[in-house]
């Protein structure tokens, strides 16, 4: 239902631990479980993702969505390409009464907490 990207410019200051403490400590009632690169914030039947991702797959996605974005500089483009990691952000379970919207924002807002991540929607594409 949500989704987020996180580019990360090479000189960023990203924790993915401290991004989950972060979020945990906005989400009422939630529980934090970590398995390797992927974050899991549960509270009660419903889940939010935050996934540290590195592949060679991401440069090239990174060009991609931000050649889509309307006044997107291209040297920020090619800067955040140069990083092939991202963070992702997103929900499995189906939210058709807008209950989780705000947790969705805070997750955007504790990625934008960290210097050097740009939060992009990728679905649109579009800053937020």
């Known amino acids: 239902m949500y989704n987020i990207y996180g580019f990360l410019y090479p ?3 990203f ?6 403490r972060r979020l945990n400590e906005r ?3 939630s529980s934090v479980n970590r398995q390797e690169n992927v974050v899991t914030i549960s509270s009660g039947e419903w889940s939010i993702f935050i996934a ?6 991401v440069s090239g996605e990174t060009m991609g969505i931000t050649d889509r974005i309307a006044g997107f500089e291209q ?4 800067s955040l390409a140069a990083n092939p990691r991202r ?12 209950e989780h919207f705000n947790d969705y924002l805070f997750a955007v807002e504790v990625l934008k907490s960290f210097e050097g ?5 990728p679905n649109e594409p579009a800053l937020l």
Do not use: C, K, R, S
């Open 52 to 57: 540290d991702v590195t592949g060679d797959h």
């Open 75 to 78: 040297a920020d483009a090619f």
């Open 11 to 13: 000189n960023n200051n």
């Open 87 to 98: 963070i992702e952000i997103w929900t499995e379970d189906p939210d058709p009464m807008m």
């Open 117 to 121: 991540v740009v939060v992009i929607d």
């Open 27 to 29: 989400i009422a009632n």
């Open 15 to 20: 924790d993915l631990d401290l991004a989950a």
